[in-house]
């Protein structure tokens, strides 16, 4: 019996320690869960800010030369010499070329000479004719004879007048043996050298010449942005931006920028096939940074937003009621940890640095921009150190950069 009583009270205590064990296990987790606090969020916030944002329009622009010459040679003859380099910028009326000149000096000899003898000529018949004309008075000859002798006045006359002309077509001919540049610009390749004869159907020209200060770039804009850019153009210039194409890490807002210009020319019609709109700007290149042939990006200004309330696109969050952004609200005392809540809001405008707020928040709430991903509704957080902000993109534009000269 005591035997039996031993290992009674052994399986009793077994049970018991067994017991213990899974409440421990069932219990004590949950307990250490409850006791143990939620660490907070580490995020990055930033204050609704009151400042004037310009809206603009992104394209996709081709530089073209603002004028484009290919200079022809106007007669036919070898070409002596060649006076400019290749690439080199020259003035509008800077001597390029010359072509032998002798032939056309020997035509505008001949043509002078012409001259001369149906001058002297006109002048005899002038004297004839008057003579004629006195002795029909007096009745010493006919009136068909002294007809005759007008006519034949009147007729060299009109030889002197042609031999007039023929030596200013002979003039400009001789003109034409020097080759100016047309414009002001800079030469490409050179298409013929000097020893080769040249013809005015010379399929490539001598040269071609590009103005590039200023130059000009054609850009293409949905037909839907007409009205923005008729209201721009009424108010005044439409301030345009070029950036580099493909730079800045694929991001047109960090591109650097290559110049500032302005609209000039809204075409005339939208393209039927496409649905768009051409416009081309002007630039003033003072630093070349723009070359015809190349694509920039091409912003530009409509209008502007002005105290407009901002904060960065990121801290602006999409959830099934619409846009909302995670609010920091203070705790409730001085040592409780902020609290975050979801607050609605209503976007006006966007672009790729900045979003404006037209309700739902007031200036200087502060709006998460970092670490939203972790939140919820009233999750509690702690808010980092902001990084400093990077330079700006944007270089000075010139000011009052010396224009190129006006184009003639």
């Known amino acids: 019996m005591a035997i039996r009583r031993r290992r009674r009270a052994i399986g009793v205590g077994i049970v018991a320690i067994v017991a213990a064990f899974l409440v421990y296990r069932l219990v004590a987790p949950q307990g250490a869960h409850k006791a143990a606090a939620t660490p ?92 004629y004309a006195s002795l029909v008075k007096q009745n010493y000859t006919s009136k068909q004879q002294a007809a005759a002798a007008e006519a034949t006045a009147l007729e060299d006359a009109a030889l002197v007048k042609q031999d007039q002309a023929a030596i200013e077509t002979d003039r400009i001919n001789l003109g034409y043996t020097t080759i100016r540049a047309p414009i002001a610009g800079k030469t490409g390749i050179l298409q013929v050298n000097a020893g080769n004869i040249v013809t005015p159907s010379l399929t490539s020209g001598i040269v071609t010449i590009n103005t590039l200060q ?47 210009g302005v609209m000039s020319v809204l075409d005339n019609a939208v393209n039927a096939s496409t649905g768009t709109l051409t416009l081309k700007g002007r630039f003033p290149n003072p630093q070349l940074d723009l070359w015809p042939g190349a694509f920039v990006n091409i912003v530009v200004e409509v209008r502007t937003i002005a105290g407009a309330l901002t904060v960065p696109p990121v801290a602006v969050q999409q959830g099934p009621q619409g846009s909302f952004v995670y609010l920091v609200k203070p705790g409730a005392k001085a040592d409780d940890d902020p609290t975050v809540v979801m607050q609605p809001v209503t976007v006006g405008y966007a672009n790729a640095t900045t979003t404006v707020i037209t309700k739902g928040l007031a200036a200087g709430q502060q709006v998460v921009t970092e670490g939203s991903a972790q939140l919820r509704e009233g999750s509690r957080v702690k808010v980092m150190a902001a990084p400093a902000p990077a330079a700006p993109k944007t270089t000075p534009a010139p000011a009052a950069p010396k224009a190129a000269p006006a184009p003639t």
Do not use: C, W
């Open 40 to 131: 907070p969020v580490l995020i990055e916030a930033t204050a609704a800010t009151l400042r004037d944002v310009p809206v603009t329009l992104d394209a996709l622009g081709t530089v073209v030369a603002y004028r484009t010459v290919t200079v022809q040679p106007m007669i036919t003859g070898p070409l002596l010499k060649v006076l400019f380099h290749e690439g080199q910028f020259v003035a509008k009326g800077a001597l390029l070329a010359e072509i032998d000149p002798r032939p056309y000096q020997a035509a505008l000899a001949q043509a002078q000479a012409k001259l001369a003898q149906d001058q002297a000529t006109l002048v005899n018949a002038q004297l004839q004719a008057r003579q």
């Open 214 to 260: 200023p130059i000009s770039v054609q850009f293409s804009l949905p037909q839907q942005d007409l009205p923005a850019l008729l209201a721009a153009a009424k108010a005044g210039p439409v301030a345009l931006e070029a950036t580099a194409q493909g730079q800045g890490e694929g991001n047109a807002a960090t591109a650097p920028v290559l110049d500032h």
